[in-house]
């Protein structure tokens, strides 16, 4: 439709063009021929001078009006090629994705609650990736080139927060935009998008700084969770210790740095354990957040307390909190990595 429109607009600009009114032989007929004796002293021009102009300004708005048509219709074939070209790009990526072509590669911290978001996302949707773990330490697996180029395809935002601290942000990060249709599938519920969002920013503002104090709450924990790390990520030798004691220790301290800044209490144990019953009865009586399904804020949640699986935190959460219930519908929801890649 777009295309029959350019062309349509082409024509009319070529015509316009063609057509004898824009002629500068048939103008003339077009100008009246009246005595303008008194308007000559007027204007300091005869008869001539003036019917030459009015032959003049008929020829150049009708020359002017066809090349605009022309160059109007001559964009928007380019944009409508443009778009049509896109579409099809996009089309031929939809298929080869649903062909199972889709092949992506997580580069994670095995207890980075921002790693593990992603994870469980990958998961719930059956997703196939590979797994690359990093050293927390070295970090030589994400030093190649492009990886600046990667990082820089969303665009930042800096902002000052209610703190007058300066921040990076970016722009919706929590409003999932789909049409009508799908909005009323995945938001069957008035205030469910509402509700989504709410909890997906309580996510990453509250339960994500509750991680790093709870597991690094100790040095016997702090050494436990990177002897985890070094474990799952296949170090040598020399790399994994010096991961494990130097990562141990950095993190230990920095989870003091947060417990202080956070305000948290001197037993960081029962700041978790309010985040995790807070979340059990914002659910209430519902399988999950989203109904019958998982939505993006159980995904969140379920992603950050992940992390602590294997850990002295995890076990004391699911024995003092109700979380149980809920974190084994998302086990299932989800199902492991190694099913389904």
Known sequence: MAAACARTIGKVGWNILESPACRAGNIASLVPRVSLHGSSRAYGTGVAGFRSKLLFTPLRVGRVLGCAYLVGGGLGLYQTIQLSVQHHLAEEEGKAYSDGDLKLTLYQYKTCPFCSKV??????????????????????????????????????????????????????????????????????????????????????????????????????????????????????TYEGFFAKYVGAAAMFVISKRLKSRHNLQDDVRQDLYKAVNDWVAAIGKKKFMGGDQPNLADLAVYGILRVMEGLEAWDDMMENTKVKSWYRCMEKATQSHEDHN
């Open 119 to 236: 994870r469980a996302f990958l998961d719930y949707h059956r997703l196939p990736y590979e797994i690359v773990e990093v050293n927390p330490v070295m970090r030589k697996e994400i030093k190649w080139e492009t990886i600046s180029e990667i990082l820089r395809c969303y665009p930042e935002m800096k902002a000052v927060n209610e703190k007058g601290k300066e921040v990076t942000e970016f722009n919706n990060k929590y409003w999932v935009m789909v049409n009508e249709a799908e909005g009323q599938t995945m938001y069957p519920e008035k205030d469910s998008r509402k509700e989504e969002i709410k909890w997906r920013k309580w996510a990453d503002d509250w339960l994500v700084h509750l991680i790093s104090p709870n597991v690094y709450r100790t040095t016997g924990e702090a050494l436990a969770s990177f002897d985890y790390i070094v474990r799952e990520g296949k170090f040598g």
